[in-house]
């Protein structure tokens, strides 16, 4: 699959492959898909996870099948002829998404995607947006959790940070931008196990710079800030061109932290001035990074 990488840096805007699963549509950023296929015989491999249906051979790379409507609890794939898999690339591994038809590429501003309310969509564990587009609603899923789901050790590692010795505590001010609910949970963990403990977490871009522009006391300026990709409202990469194209806030530290981030993607965020980009789970390399940019 051929990506768009003419699709300006820190626009806010995305690019969607649009699918379905069981009559029900839902999306997948394209920095994430590395190509789409017809079905290859699979392998099946012991004592795998239920959602996992087994493992393929794509010219040399081994890579496993998740079935996502198992994942999502939908009805199954008739085996038609119809049925695609999405290889995708994320936390640093290539996966095999086993979808029932893909219908094509949409470009959206990341305004267009909203976060589900409870108990709005029926999938919220497993969805990271809803995007509203002219004549239908999808679902973003949230392809890093459900991969966490099957196997943990895919995630932050807190054991990864203790791993690095008795830490100082630290008087620095430090802002997250994360849309996961997990996933701030887990970087309040490992953040305070590694010696941050004034942290402040905002759901997406936006909120963190509107917190910035309009909320912020004079006494708190942040010494540096982390921030996620893929964010409703506002991305990282329009989040970080923001702040660094303002005379105010252009000196602090940007840290982007995202499973998307690979040597094909990595321009992108040089061209919006990140001080740092950090592929999730790599928690230890974050911590290192923010003792050498904050010290």
Do not use: C
Request: proline share 4%.
């Amino acid at each position: 699959m051929k990506q768009d990488i003419l699709l300006e840096s820190g626009t806010n805007e995305l690019e969607i492959v649009l699918f379905e699963i069981g009559g029900s549509s839902f999306g997948i950023n394209v920095l994430k898909v590395r190509e789409i296929i017809q079905p290859l015989p699979i392998t099946a491999t012991p004592n795998s996870h239920h959602h996992v249906e087994g493992i393929i051979r794509l010219r040399e790379e081994v890579i496993p099948v998740v079935d996502l409507a198992k994942v999502l609890d939908l009805a199954p794939s008739d085996k038609g002829a119809s049925d695609k898999f999405i290889i995708a690339e994320l936390n640093q591994m290539k996966v095999a998404f086993h979808v029932h038809s893909v219908s094509r590429i949409h470009r959206i501003s990341w305004n267009q995607i909203e976060k589900p309310s409870d108990l709005s969509t029926g999938f919220e564990a497993h969805t990271n947006g809803i995007v509203k587009m002219n004549d239908k609603l999808a679902l973003l899923l949230d392809f890093e959790k459900i991969i966490v789901d099957i196997n943990p050790k895919t995630g932050l590692d807190i054991n990864a940070v203790k791993a690095l010795g008795e830490r100082e505590r630290s008087d620095k001010y430090v802002l997250i931008a994360e849309d996961s609910t997990t996933l701030r949970q887990l970087l309040k963990d490992t953040l305070n196990e590694a010696g941050y403990e004034k942290l402040r977490f905002f759901e997406n871009g936006y909120l963190l710079w509107d917190y910035l522009d309009n909320e912020r006391q004079e006494q708190n300026d942040p010494d540096l800030i982390i921030t996620d990709i893929e964010m409703p409202q506002m991305d990282g990469h329009h989040l970080t061109k923001k702040l660094k194209e303002d005379p105010r806030w252009n000196q602090i530290p940007v840290i982007v932290f995202s499973s998307i981030i690979s040597e094909d993607l990595f321009h992108k965020g040089e061209k919006v001035g990140a001080d740092e980009q950090i592929s999730k789970p790599q928690i230890a390399k974050l911590i290192e990074r923010i003792d050498q940019l904050v010290s």
